[in-house]
Each structure stands twice: as C-alpha cells, then as structure tokens.
C-alpha cells in the first residue's frame, strides 16, 4: 500500500481538541513531506499544515496558524496533527498525503500540487 492512512477524526464542541494521525507506510519517511489538507462540502480543497519529516521544516495556513501543530514519531513513521481551540469552520473532510520529492522544503511552501500520495480522508466536525 502507497497511500497514507489517516485516523483520529471525530465530533467535538467548539473550542475542543483533537489529533489526527497520519501512518506512512512507504519507506520514505525522513526524506518526504507529510501534509494535512482538508475540504469542507462545496469549498476548494485548502492546505492546513505540512512537515519536512528529515528536518524542522513545518508549514501552516493562515486560518490554523498557532492553533494547529503538526508532528512526527519517525519509530511509527506517522505524522500528528493537534488541533487546538477548534471552531466550526474547521468541518471538513481532512486528508494527509505524501511527497516523496519532499519539495515542500525545497520551494518551502504548502501546495497541493507538491503532493503524490493522498489517503481516503477523515473527518473532523465541529458544532457550536
């Protein structure tokens, strides 16, 4: 299996948390970039975070910068995204996906295109 696989979404009030994981089963990790990109019904798919999993190298959107983290555990090869304070326009269906040219630290930038290997999503519901 190439693809990701995400877990860890679920339904939370407003102004709670939760983490979602990403396991990367190609033998890349420590050479690629990990992100979360996440699309809400009838909105275009946006990236959230994103990580060079060989450096510190990591990327945020505008709209989760400083309530958003994202890291790694190399032993499990998995990518961890701890959503903090979380507001109803965080719905969406979260997808992590891979780049194995790991160019989000070579251009240093969070672009979808960037990124090859995309897992089936999760989904994150936030009610008020």
């Known amino acids: 299996q190439e693809q990701p696989v995400e877990s860890g979404g679920g339904s939370v009030q407003a102004g709670g948390s939760l983490r979602l994981s990403c396991k990367v089963s190609r033998n890349t990790f420590g050479y690629n970039c990990v992100g979360w990109f996440r699309q809400a019904p009838g909105k275009a798919r946006e990236g959230v975070a994103a990580?060079?999993?060989?450096?510190?190298?990591?990327f945020y959107g505008d709209s989760v910068a400083g309530r958003f983290t994202i890291s790694q555990d190399n032993a499990e090869r998995t990518v961890y995204l701890q959503m903090n304070k979380l507001k109803p326009e965080d719905t969406a269906m979260y997808y992590c996906?891979?780049?194995?040219?790991?160019?989000?630290?070579?251009?240093?930038?969070?672009?979808?295109?960037?990124?090859?290997?995309w897992g089936q999503g999760t989904q994150v519901t936030v009610s008020s």
């Open positions: 990580t060079y999993t060989g450096g510190r190298s990591t």
């Open positions: 996906a891979e780049d194995p040219s790991r160019r989000c630290a070579v251009y240093n930038r969070l672009e979808e295109r960037d990124f090859r290997y």
